[in-house]
């Protein structure tokens, strides 16, 4: 009885799932926003409350966080990161300042203390890469000179994880500075072995994972990645943190491979860990935080126009550019809520996981409006200020030495109060 039970809430669970994003399809937005008020609605005051299939959701959910680090990570070689770190690192290091320290001053005006600080600074510093790699492909600019520009930072933001999130595990777990440090080390560690066997042995992992059989290749990618993240776990590193590394170590076909056949995967556990997080907030929690949610969501959108606008201006893009990068780093979604969702389990504060809810429902809604129109909003917004400037008198006049053989006049600006040419005045 108790297994039909579950069998029937996990299937209503993943039809609604699969409806909702139909839904989001359509209107062309992200699905984030439903998964999470889906889960608001299976949650404890929701509408339908699961009971018998909570523990499976949420070794889903923990599944969906380590196959959305390991996508991620496919997505580049250890030589791509390399050259990124090198060319980028300022952009990375601006980028934090202007999102990080934002989050972690709200948590300290709302009396949180340090360690909330330390997860909503992450929660409004990452932008969420899914979001900003589907929006820029349904725009078309994909080859925008830009671009490479935005994912620098996406990069910058994804490899500074792998420092964050076992700094912040260790305070989670109250651990000292003692402890915490070894944490670090190990993932300093960790990172740096992992990162210069792919550099050298990059090829021959790849090879001896790739197979042309697709069921041998999940297999193998899957099982590989399960174990390097619980290995990581283990050594309180982060299972995320390991699957990224999983994914940076695999290059060539056997990248290309893996991402084709886990991305259906990789979709479904990431829907159940969206409604996992709702699923752990009361939605009666939401409207006392959401003022500040949405005054925090304001001032970080524009920090992160900000981030985007420096970073391509140091790049050399034209100014309609920088505004395109600066609004198409406002997203933020699925690395937020992984953050927020380690301090809901940790217990750390009651309202960090509604104020995160709230944020990035916030903020995931009008990222892809901010991608799509910051740039033509800020040439009508200069058009119109550039209507209201004062005016100075012009007046077509000789200049000096001309006129008399025939060549044409030329503009010069007038005084405005004695109407003598200005250059007159000069001389």
């Known amino acids: 009885m108790h297994t039909a039970t579950v069998f029937i809430e996990l299937g209503s669970v993943i039809l609604v799932l699969g409806l909702l994003g139909r839904i989001a399809g359509r209107y062309g937005f992200s699905p984030i926003p439903l998964y999470l008020l889906g889960g608001l609605a299976f ?6 409350p699961l009971s018998a299939s909570e523990e499976f959701v949420a070794t889903g959910a923990e599944i969906g966080v380590v196959l959305l680090l390991l996508m991620l990570g496919l997505e580049y070689t250890a030589a791509d990161l390399v050259t990124n770190l090198k060319a980028q690192y300022p ?5 934090f300042l202007l999102n990080a320290v934002p989050g972690a001053v709200a948590a300290l005006l709302l009396g949180w203390g340090p360690v909330a600080a330390v997860v909503l600074a992450g929660v409004t510093w990452i932008s969420s890469s899914g979001v900003i790699a589907k929006v820029l492909g349904d725009l078309g600019r994909l080859g925008n000179r830009e671009t490479p520009v935005i994912l620098s930072i996406l990069v910058l933001e994804d490899l500074a994880m792998a420092v964050y999130l076992p700094i912040l595990t260790a305070l989670l777990a109250g651990a000292g500075l003692l402890a915490g440090s070894i944490t670090l080390a190990i993932a300093l560690a960790t990172a740096g072995a992992v990162l210069f066997i792919a550099l050298r042995y990059g090829r021959l992992i790849s090879k001896f994972v790739s197979h ?3 069921e041998k290749l999940l297999l193998v990618v899957l099982g590989l990645t399960l174990l390097v993240a619980g290995i990581a776990q283990q050594l309180q590193v982060s299972a995320a943190v390991g699957a990224f590394l999983v994914g940076i170590a695999l290059s060539g076909e056997a990248a290309e491979g893996a991402h084709t056949l886990l991305s259906p995967l ?8 969206f409604v996992f997080f709702g699923l752990s907030t009361d939605p009666t929690s939401i409207p006392p935080v959401l003022l500040p949610a949405l005054l925090l969501a304001v001032v970080t959108a524009l920090t992160k126009v900000a981030t985007g606008y420096w970073a391509a201006r140091r790049a050399g893009i034209a100014a309609r550019g920088r505004w395109r990068a600066g609004g198409a780093l406002v997203s ?13 389990t940790a217990g750390i504060e009651p309202g960090l996981g509604p104020l995160a809810t709230a944020y990035v429902l916030i903020l995931v809604v009008t990222g892809p409006l901010a991608a799509r129109y910051t740039q033509p909003a800020v040439e009508r917004l200069g058009a119109v200020l550039s209507r209201r400037r004062p005016w100075t008198p012009k007046a077509r006049i000789p200049a000096q030495g001309t006129g008399a053989d025939g060549a044409e006049p030329v503009e010069e600006p007038l005084d405005a109060q004695s109407g003598q040419p200005l250059d007159g005045l000069s001389r």
Do not use: C, K, M, Q
């Not at 990789?266 to 860990?273: H, Q, S, Y």
């Open 212 to 214: 042309d059989d697709p």
């Open 266 to 273: 990789r979709d479904l556990f990431a829907a159940v860990f």
């Open 43 to 48: 949650g404890t005051g929701g509408l339908l």
């Open 91 to 95: 952009a990375g290091a601006v980028d």
């Open 332 to 344: 933020r979604g699925e690395f937020s809520i992984v953050i927020a969702g380690l301090a809901v």
